[in-house]
C-alpha cells in the first residue's frame, strides 16, 4: 500500500511563498502521475497541479505563474512551490497518486492526510 505524507504548509501572508512537499513510500518514477489538490473549508477538493514522470501537465487557471509542480525521483517526493500567495489559495492541500490519459488527470486511491496553509491578508 502506497503512503504519501505532505509536509510544509503553515501560516503565511499575502504575497508570501512556501513549498509544500510530498514524500511516497515507493519509488514515485512507478507511478504514472501525482497531483496536488487542495480543498477550501466548507468546499469541495480540486484538482492544483498535477505531473506525469518529471512532465508537468496540468496547473489549475488560478496558480498558472504563480505556483510550481516538481518532483525528485531520488527523493521520492513531489513538491508544490507556491509564490506570491493569496488569501484564496487557503486550503488543505493533499498529495495524491493517479493517471494521466488524453490530457485529464485520474486520482487513484492513495491520499496523504493534508496539510493546512492559512494565507492572511
Known amino acids: 500500500q502506497v503512503q504519501l505524507e505532505e509536509s510544509g504548509g503553515g501560516l503565511v501572508h499575502t504575497g508570501e511563498s512556501l513549498r509544500l512537499s510530498c514524500t511516497a513510500s515507493?519509488?514515485?518514477?512507478?507511478?504514472?502521475?501525482m497531483a496536488w489538490w487542495r480543498q477550501p473549508q466548507g468546499e469541495g477538493r480540486e484538482l492544483v497541479a498535477s505531473?506525469?514522470?518529471?512532465?508537468?501537465?496540468i496547473y489549475k487557471d488560478s496558480v498558472k505563474g504563480r505556483f510550481t509542480i516538481s518532483s525528485d525521483n531520488a527523493k521520492n517526493t513531489m513538491y508544490l512551490e507556491m509564490n506570491d500567495i493569496k488569501p484564496e489559495d487557503t486550503a488543505v492541500y493533499y498529495c495524491?497518486?493517479?493517471?494521466?490519459?488524453?490530457?485529464?488527470?485520474?486520482?487513484?486511491?492513495?491520499w496523504g492526510p493534508g496539510t493546512q496553509v492559512t494565507v492572511s491578508s
Open positions: 505531473i506525469s514522470r518529471g512532465v508537468v501537465s
Open positions: 515507493e519509488d514515485i518514477f512507478s507511478f504514472n502521475a
Open positions: 495524491n497518486q493517479g493517471t494521466i490519459f488524453s490530457g485529464a488527470y485520474y486520482s487513484g486511491g492513495y
